[in-house]
């Protein structure tokens, strides 16, 4: 796997050769070793770690759906009272991150109405904050700690 622009950390891998896998602390399973579960794991890493975000109201696979189509948020965090207050969206190192990506997320926003947006391809990170009241987003310069969201 390659580099990315995320903190390593000690990571529990598994598996064999041809079908790698990787512990996802929120799930407390092995998974496949993806592309982008590599950028997922190093990204839940660095907000649990280095952004002091607790991994108690995180969740990982989050299945949505909008009439008969079905959908699967990356990640979502949670508040103390359960109700979403970010998604996170990931993608593989090598996938550009387009207006698609950020049309994705924003379809997984209609039914969640989250406060934050997040999206990372593990080498650029893009996080944006909602307005509601004034029907736009803000985006952020960096990611922000925990206790300021």
Same mark, same amino acid.
């Given at each position: 796997m390659?580099s990315?622009?995320?903190?390593?950390f $000690? +990571?529990?891998?598994?598996?064999?050769?041809?079908?790698?896998?990787?512990?996802?602390?929120? #799930?407390?399973?092995?998974?496949?070793?993806?592309?982008?579960?590599?950028?997922?794991?190093?990204f839940?890493?660095?907000?649990t770690e280095?952004k002091g975000?607790p991994?108690a109201? +995180?969740?990982?696979?989050?299945?949505?759906s909008?009439?008969?189509k079905k &959908?699967?948020?990356d990640s979502?965090?949670?508040?103390?009272?359960?109700h979403? #207050? +970010?998604i996170?969206? !990931?993608k593989?190192?090598?996938?550009?991150?387009?207006?698609k990506v950020?049309? $994705?997320?924003?379809?997984?926003?209609?039914?969640?109405?989250?406060?934050? &947006?997040?999206?990372?391809?593990?080498?650029?990170?893009?996080?944006c904050k909602?307005d !509601?009241?004034?029907?736009?987003?803000?985006?952020?310069?960096?990611?922000?700690? !925990?206790?300021?969201?």
């Amino acid at each position: 796997m390659i580099s990315l622009n995320l903190p390593s950390f $000690q +990571m529990k891998l598994s598996g064999t050769q041809d079908k790698p896998t990787i512990f996802d602390i929120l #799930r407390k399973k092995y998974v496949a070793l993806t592309p982008e579960e590599w950028v997922r794991q190093h990204f839940i890493h660095y907000l649990t770690e280095h952004k002091g975000y607790p991994h108690a109201l +995180m969740m990982n696979e989050v299945n949505l759906s909008i009439g008969t189509k079905k &959908l699967r948020a990356d990640s979502v965090l949670y508040d103390t009272h359960l109700h979403p #207050r +970010m998604i996170i969206e !990931y993608k593989a190192p090598t996938v550009q991150i387009t207006q698609k990506v950020f049309d $994705q997320i924003s379809a997984y926003n209609l039914l969640l109405k989250v406060d934050y &947006l997040i999206i990372s391809n593990g080498l650029s990170h893009y996080c944006c904050k909602m307005d !509601y009241l004034h029907q736009k987003y803000l985006f952020l310069k960096e990611i922000p700690e !925990y206790h300021n969201i």
